[in-house]
């Protein structure tokens, strides 16, 4: 009924965001506040970390540089596997680095240019467009987390049903939010140990680590680069919008819900967090879940937050002629130039 959809809309739309960027406060004592605020929404994260423990599970030799699946312990009782590959060629040594994020699919399989088997894959990438192996292939070291609810880290009803791209993410994230807890909050937790795992190679330069994500996954780049000033840069493809614009206009999978989350703010202010540090969004002008105009909007709003903390350059966007996908090229080019200070490489 019109008159039920008026109702949601208002519901949402008078949500205080009592976090949301004001100028007439300082922009350290404003984001110290909705970081706090993030945190809280997402569920929190552990006061300790769990020891890493890290095994080797398989290498691989491939064109132009090294695959190493990798487990990793994240919370205590659960481990998580991903992927890092080490160009032969490095942009320097130690060599910047970048958290690759995929979205929803078949998990770190499909951005590294791998069939749901392992095996070597020669068809279609689709809207990932194996962009791990495009960032290994100009110098950076790349690591691909699989998210919790894909790929290998699916319920067996799930894992056995034959279908590669079919995800947990429905009962996973029920389960969560009956404890208190967020889908959200879990992968940019994980993500973050994905990130001390990085700091433990002697391949990578420590304080010159970015990230890139696409979908949830740019859900999962963006409020980890928000939360976690390790992080040097970040790309956030085919998400950066408005909630009002996107994840409210449709049904979307249960993990792009954080309840709560416009008491504190609307996404461009969360994505804000991550001023001064570098931002780069993609948007695809034919993108029907993330859509152009939300994504202009937000971008005009960060526009507005980046200034305040004076680093008014630092935020970039591609509009592109495309749908929901990586586009790429130009994106790689300011992560070089960002983690590297070099120009774009093939």
């Given at each position: 009924?019109?008159?039920?959809?008026?109702?949601?809309?208002?519901?949402?739309?008078?949500?205080?965001?009592?976090?949301?960027?004001?100028?007439?406060?300082?922009?350290?004592?404003?984001?110290?506040?909705?970081?706090?605020?993030?945190?809280?929404?997402?569920?929190?994260?552990?006061?300790?970390?769990?020891?890493?423990?890290?095994?080797?599970?398989?290498?691989?030799?491939?064109?132009?540089?090294?695959?190493?699946?990798?487990?990793?312990?994240?919370?205590?009782?659960?481990?998580?596997?991903?992927?890092?590959?080490?160009?032969?060629?490095?942009?320097?040594?130690?060599?910047?680095?970048?958290?690759?994020?995929?979205?929803?699919?078949?998990?770190?399989?499909?951005?590294?240019?791998?069939?749901?088997?392992?095996?070597?894959?020669?068809?279609?990438?689709?809207?990932?467009?194996?962009?791990?192996?495009?960032?290994?292939?100009?110098?950076?070291?790349?690591?691909?987390?699989?998210?919790?609810?894909?790929?290998?880290?699916?319920?067996?009803?799930?894992?056995?049903?034959?279908?590669?791209?079919?995800?947990?993410?429905?009962?996973?994230?029920?389960?969560?939010?009956?404890?208190?807890?967020?889908?959200?909050?879990?992968?940019?937790y994980e993500t973050m140990r994905a990130l001390d795992y990085l700091q433990t190679?002697?391949?990578?330069?420590?304080?010159?680590?970015?990230?890139?994500?696409?979908?949830?996954?740019?859900?999962?780049?963006?409020?980890?680069?928000?939360?976690?000033?390790?992080?040097?840069?970040?790309?956030?493809?085919?998400?950066?919008?408005?909630?009002?614009?996107?994840?409210?206009?449709?049904?979307?999978?249960?993990?792009?819900?954080?309840?709560?989350?416009?008491?504190?703010?609307?996404?461009?202010?969360?994505?804000?967090?991550?001023?001064?540090?570098?931002?780069?969004?993609?948007?695809?002008?034919?993108?029907?879940?993330?859509?152009?105009?939300?994504?202009?909007?937000?971008?005009?709003?960060?526009?507005?937050?980046?200034?305040?903390?004076?680093?008014?350059?630092?935020?970039?966007?591609?509009?592109?002629?495309?749908?929901?996908?990586?586009?790429?090229?130009?994106?790689?080019?300011?992560?070089?130039?960002?983690?590297?200070?070099?120009?774009?490489?093939?």
């Open positions: 009924m019109e008159q039920l959809e008026q109702y949601m809309k208002q519901l949402t739309g008078s949500a205080p965001r009592s976090s949301a960027f004001r100028t007439d406060i300082p922009y350290g004592q404003w984001r110290a506040g909705l970081a706090a605020g993030l945190t809280r929404q997402l569920g929190g994260f552990p006061e300790r970390p769990a020891q890493l423990q890290p095994i080797l599970m398989e290498r691989t030799i491939c064109n132009g540089y090294r695959r190493e699946r990798i487990e990793i312990t994240t919370y205590e009782g659960l481990r998580m596997p991903l992927y890092l590959l080490i160009p032969e060629q490095p942009l320097s040594s130690p060599a910047p680095a970048v958290l690759a994020i995929h979205g929803h699919g078949y998990g770190s399989r499909e951005i590294t240019g791998l069939q749901p088997d392992g095996s070597d894959r020669e068809g279609d990438p689709g809207l990932h467009k194996d962009f791990a192996v495009s960032l290994v292939k100009r110098g950076f070291v790349v690591a691909a987390p699989e998210l919790l609810g894909f790929g290998d880290r699916r319920l067996v009803e799930d894992l056995t049903s034959g279908e590669p791209g079919r995800n947990s993410c429905f009962r996973l994230s029920s389960a969560l939010l009956m404890a208190g807890q967020t889908m959200a909050g879990y992968r940019i190679r002697e391949e990578v330069r420590c304080e010159r680590i970015g990230i890139m994500g696409i979908s949830g996954g740019g859900l999962v780049a963006g409020f980890t680069a928000a939360l976690d000033e390790r992080i040097a840069c970040a790309v956030v493809s085919g998400y950066a919008n408005t909630f009002a614009d996107s994840i409210l206009t449709r049904n979307h999978c249960l993990d792009n819900y954080i309840p709560g989350i416009l008491l504190e703010a609307e996404m461009p202010d969360l994505l804000g967090l991550i001023a001064p540090r570098g931002l780069f969004l993609e948007s695809g002008d034919a993108d029907h879940l993330f859509g152009p105009d939300g994504a202009k909007r937000a971008l005009a709003r960060l526009q507005q937050i980046y200034t305040a903390s004076g680093s008014g350059g630092q935020v970039e966007a591609d509009f592109f002629a495309g749908g929901h996908e990586i586009h790429g090229e130009p994106a790689f080019a300011w992560l070089l130039k960002q983690l590297a200070g070099t120009e774009s490489r093939t």
